[in-house]
């Protein structure tokens, strides 16, 4: 089945002068951003599914292990489920494991919502060798969320997998639970993955490893926009660093600059100078504690219907009902 893109013909143009405007406003800010769903063009798509084989990277595995121990539970507390609806399906894996622990999958519809078209090819063909009706949308999680039929018969089960939650600042993180409660029905479900806090030295390698891979990931950004908004950053003069701020509870990923440049995005009508040792902030990532998740979720209008922890990679799912 082709993805649905919820645009019109010109949905090439309208998402480039989309990120063109992104670009400009995020590198005035004070300090320099690039905003972290821009990550995920094919190449970085791809680097990012080799980050998650990685063994510094625990989230994926931890994810997986609680999914294999507890999906036919997590299911067995959303009764009448025909829905799922994932946001940001990466290579489909996960919700393969949870739709074949699904006692039919007959009438079982699978709504993937993902702005990069490789990830929803890959969850696509993924999704494949189960009996479900597979629905790709090419659009943001709010666009994704906002398209899901009013009426609906049976439950939904909206997943939100792999620490995604902990991209978001805690206002944006709350106002987007909102978002996703909005969407749903009472007594529709939010099965949420997020990673919980662990030593910095474990924290750190997960976001640096000693490969490289995620440093490639990340000046993988600077590379999508001079290929898509024809700007001149040069790589080489970018180093990666991530760097654990303890006051925030979240791991930082920077690119930094090495030395004093100055760099031109013709789409974005935009010049960028650079000092030494200045850094463009790419991405944060949040970490909780089991308890504050469950606390954040009942303020977004949620109630919890259980927990699962895993204890040795320190990662929490957590299922809760639309009140």
């Not at 994810?63 to 609806?85: D, F, K, M, N, Y």
């Not at 930094?256 to 010049?271: E, K, L, W």
């Not at 990679?313 to 009140?323: E, K, M, P, S």
Request: glycine content about 6%; hydrophobic content about 45%.
């Amino acid at each position: 089945m082709r993805p649905f893109v919820a645009s019109s013909a010109s949905a090439a143009d309208l998402e480039r002068k989309a990120f063109a405007d992104d670009v400009a406003y995020y590198l005035r800010l004070d300090p320099k951003q690039l905003p972290s769903r821009y990550f995920y063009d094919p190449l970085g798509s791809a680097l990012f599914e080799a980050i998650c084989q990685l063994p510094w990277y625990s989230i994926t595995r931890a994810e997986r292990r609680l999914l294999a121990a507890h999906a036919s539970q997590i299911l067995q507390r959303v009764p009448s489920l025909s829905t799922i609806v994932e946001l940001g399906p990466g290579s489909g894996e996960k919700l393969s494991m949870l739709v074949a622990a699904a006692p039919s999958t007959a009438s079982l519809t699978v709504r993937l919502v993902d702005v990069s078209p490789a990830a929803l090819d890959l969850a696509t063909r993924t999704l494949a060798a189960h009996a479900v009706t597979v629905e790709p949308h090419q659009a943001s999680y709010e666009a994704g969320l906002e398209a899901l039929p009013r009426h609906r018969d049976g439950r939904t089960l909206v997943l939100f997998l792999g620490s995604n939650i902990g991209n978001f600042d805690p206002p944006g993180a709350a106002e987007f639970l909102r978002a996703i409660r909005r969407a749903l029905q009472p007594g529709d479900a939010l099965l949420i993955g997020a990673d919980l806090l662990k030593a910095e030295r474990d924290l750190l390698l997960a976001y640096d490893d000693p490969l490289g891979v995620t440093a490639a990931f990340n000046r993988n950004l600077l590379m999508r926009v001079n290929r898509e908004l024809d700007a001149d950053f040069d790589l080489d003069a970018f180093t990666h660093r991530a760097i654990w701020n303890r006051i925030e509870s979240r791991v930082e990923m920077h690119l930094v600059s090495t030395r004093s440049q100055r760099v031109h995005v013709a789409a974005s009508g935009f010049d960028l100078t650079l000092e030494a040792g200045e850094t463009i902030w790419t991405e944060s990532s949040y970490k909780y504690r089991a308890t504050e998740l469950v606390e954040m979720l009942q303020r977004g209008g949620f109630r919890e219907i259980g927990q699962w922890v895993d204890a040795s990679d320190a990662f929490a799912l957590t299922l809760v009902a639309a009140a």
